[in-house]
């Protein structure tokens, strides 16, 4: 009886363990796309044509897992606001922590890889304006 309780005990620890090491890997890839917001800036607008598939795999599993990881990031930024701060960089940390996942999560077209707004965008923003001027 004290065995299958240990037993139980044991192999729920050890799904907790797998559960937690796939998240992680899962979480990987999105990290490495967030990039600097200043960068994508600096490239220009977006232009990109995305397949279905890639919509598809970006609606169920990229934005899930961007909105979990601007969570934690926040979390994870607030833990570590008392170091941030007394080493003067609390404004880098969330950069990284905060917004690089967030606008990945966003202030991405469906499908696309890179954040931004597309020419289309810019367009009808610059008709708008010359709209409101004109009136």
């Known amino acids: 009886m004290i065995t299958r ?3 139980m005990k044991i192999t729920s620890r050890a799904g907790r ?3 937690a090491f796939l998240i992680g890997c899962l979480m990987l890839p999105q990290s490495l796309w967030a990039q600097d917001p200043s960068a994508m800036a600096r ?3 977006v232009d ?4 279905w598939g890639a919509m598809v795999g970006d609606f169920f599993v990229a934005r899930p897992l961007g909105l979990v990881m601007t969570v934690g990031g926040t979390a994870l ?8 701060l ?3 960089n609390a404004n880098e940390a969330a950069d990284t922590l905060i917004l690089g996942p967030g606008e990945q999560t966003f202030m991405r077209c469906l499908g696309c ?3 931004g707004y597309t020419n289309k965008d810019i ?5 708008r304006q010359t709209a409101q001027v004109d009136e």
Do not use: I, M
Not at 78 to 84: A, E, G
């Open 5 to 7: 309780e240990l037993d």
């Open 17 to 19: 363990v797998t559960a």
């Open 43 to 45: 490239e220009g607008a």
């Open 48 to 51: 990109e044509n995305p397949h």
């Open 77 to 84: 930024w607030l833990v570590s606001l008392p170091f941030t």
């Open 86 to 88: 007394l080493a003067g």
């Open 113 to 115: 890889r890179k954040a």
């Open 123 to 127: 367009e009808q923003h610059q008709k």
